[in-house]
């Protein structure tokens, strides 16, 4: 029960908009349960009407005497006595009526309970599908918030498995579990009371067994919740693997690891069958043991029958009583295993929902509309946890300015562009845009005023046009073209298939280097941003392709601000100003003729690249 209250706990924020559905999936629930009961009165009342007279009444003289069997008698009798016009009897000559009331009876109530476990089924399943839809795009959406070490520290198998996963556990439980948590309850409440009628007790003796029951439902229930957390951590490294071959392909074949990687992946689905399967057979065989202690029962039934010399109508109704009674103890037993593989996806998912960002945004933060004035690095330390990466970093750059960035690898060069973006807080000192702390704007707001291309172009599996579009929302077809255009990108984009509509593939596969790079300067000519960061744009680029875009990125980069981080020297000739890091500090700094003519680090670095003054 404690499983079960905390899935409902998490869920019942997702289930107030469809309360009318799940109010209507619970009546019809109801109804269902009650029908059993329902059917196993009137197979009685049938039954009994098809006895000859005497054997009627010397079976209602053996049974007559006991105060809750003569108040039930006395009850069905006034029921009866509406219905007998209907009801074919043993030895009375059959009326029209009784036709159609003998062979509509049981159609009816069959029809009744059918119709309600349908509608009951369909309600609640409807429901779910929304509510498990509500809850992915909530945590898909929290996940989108959370700031980038999150990343850094999760897998990408992880966060597929948690938004698809995990939630298909918790839908599972909640599209058959609340008709099942709410029809067989009371499907058993209403079959005990029909057995009592017939006697209550043999019915109670019947209920000795009932604990039996309950002893393998906890401990296989405790089974397949250990089963289910195994399976799902199979299943992320699976996922993970996955990723990992399809995104690294090249570098795959490239080494000949296709053998390693199926190899790995093999045994990653061995473990997650075995996991799998000790989850199916700790559901699978509460069943047939629930079904064994039934049937134990049904045998001390046929000896007592036997032993008292019952009727056979009664031998007939407490059997089908006794296997209906047990049904749905059985339909619990499974229902209680699949919640205790439900409670692993929902503690996972709480677990998702619980992470908050790192970055904060202060609720009085104050909106940006524009820069005037510049950027400001005021004694700025940050740490990769324990791993120093800028010390006490002091740089200003005025608005118009055009700034390289130089430095080795692990230098801060990144890190400073982070900092920037506020993808990271400074572990000390402050990041100022136009004298304003970082910490103190709208993350959105600044974040606009910037347009940034990288080394990795990040492109999605949309068209030419939307990709470019990505860069302001609402921008025209017209100003899609005419960013292209700017970036040197609209001649290759009009020989693709659909020019402008052509699908690029996941990560723009289908394009070169070039070209992906220029549709990131698309995007950000699209974007219009007077703060231009360009982080080794060019970097990986072969030298035709580097002409080309290096033209795009100087009709960017005009009448902008720039910070420039470049592994490629010689792009930097254009820059107003070049600073050069190491271990975190700025250690040189001036124009490009300048530092060529210190013979300091820079020129060193120039001199390695075949440059000269």
Not at 13 to 36: E, H
Not at 194 to 210: A, K, N, Y
Request: proline content about 4%; hydrophobic content about 45%.
């Amino acid at each position: 029960m404690h499983k079960l209250r905390q899935i409902f706990a998490f869920v019942a924020p997702y289930l107030k908009p469809y309360w009318g559905r799940i109010v209507a999936g619970i009546f019809f629930g109801i109804l269902f349960g009650a029908s059993n009961g329902l059917v196993l009165w009137a197979t009685k009342t049938m039954l009994d009407r098809l006895v000859p007279p005497e054997a009627a009444m010397a079976t209602t003289a053996e049974t007559a005497g006991n105060w809750f069997t003569d108040t039930a008698a006395s009850i069905q009798e006034n029921i009866l006595i509406t219905l007998d016009p209907w009801l074919p009897r043993m030895g009375d000559e059959l009326t029209m009526m009784q036709i159609i009331g003998g062979l509509l009876v049981f159609p009816l109530l069959v029809g009744l309970r059918g119709s309600s476990k349908f509608l009951g089924a369909y309600c609640l399943a409807w429901a779910s599908e929304r509510v498990i839809n509500d809850l992915r795009v909530t945590v898909f959406n929290n996940l989108s918030r959370l700031s980038i070490p999150f990343f850094n520290r999760a897998t990408t198998g992880d966060l597929i498995t948690r938004i698809n996963g995990d939630a298909l556990l918790l839908q599972t439980c909640l599209a058959s579990g609340v008709g099942i948590l709410v029809s067989e309850p009371v499907a058993i409440i209403s079959i005990f009371t029909g057995l009592c009628l017939i006697d209550w007790e043999l019915t109670l003796g019947m209920l000795v067994l009932f604990p039996i029951c309950v002893i393998p439902i906890v401990y296989f229930g405790k089974k397949a919740r250990k089963a289910t957390g195994k399976r799902v951590a199979a299943n992320i490294d699976q996922s993970s693997l996955a990723v990992e071959m399809f995104s690294g392909m090249r570098v795959i074949k490239a080494f000949g690891l296709e053998g390693a990687r199926v190899d790995r992946f093999r045994e990653l689905s061995r473990q997650l069958i075995r996991q799998t399967m000790k989850t199916v057979r700790s559901r699978e065989i509460v069943g047939p043991l629930v079904e064994t202690v039934s049937m134990i029962g049904i045998g001390a039934l046929i000896l007592y029958v036997v032993h008292t010399e019952r009727s056979m109508p009664d031998l007939v109704v407490f059997f089908t009583g006794v296997i209906m009674f047990y049904t749905p103890i059985r339909k619990l037993a499974r229902l209680h295993v699949r919640i205790e593989e439900a409670s692993v996806g929902a503690r996972r998912l709480m677990n998702v929902l619980d992470e908050k960002p790192d970055i904060l945004e202060r609720p009085e933060a104050r909106p940006v509309t524009g820069f005037e004035q510049g950027i400001e690095f005021n004694g700025i330390s940050f740490a990769y946890e324990d791993e120093p990466v800028l010390i006490g970093l002091d740089l200003s750059i005025p608005k118009g300015t055009k700034l390289g960035i130089v430095g080795e690898s692990g230098s801060g060069k990144s890190t400073l562009i982070n900092l920037l973006f506020r993808f990271h807080d400074p572990d000390l000192g402050t990041i100022r845009l136009d004298k304003h702390d970082l910490r103190d704007l709208s993350i959105r707001g600044f974040r606009e005023q910037m347009a940034l291309v990288s080394q990795e172009v990040v492109l999605f599996d949309l068209s030419v046009a939307e990709n470019i579009a990505l860069g302001q929302a609402g921008c025209s077809r017209d100003q899609v073209e005419a960013a292209a255009r700017h970036a040197h990108a609209h001649e290759f984009i009009t020989a693709l298939p659909k020019g402008y509509d052509t699908r690029i593939g996941e990560r723009g596969v289908t394009l070169s280097g070039g070209q992906r790079q220029r549709l990131a300067i698309a995007r950000a000519f699209v974007r219009d941003a007077p703060i231009l960061v360009l982080d080794e744009a060019t970097a990986a680029l072969d030298s035709k392709a580097e002409g080309e875009v290096q033209g795009a990125i100087d009709r960017l980069s005009k009448n902008r601000t720039v910070l420039c981080i470049a592994h490629r020297l010689s792009t930097l000739r254009s820059m107003d100003r070049v600073i050069v890091l190491s271990h975190g500090k700025i250690i040189e700094e001036g124009n490009f003729d300048e530092l060529m003519a210190q013979a300091g680090v820079f020129s060193g670095l120039a001199r390695a690249q075949g440059i000269t003054a």
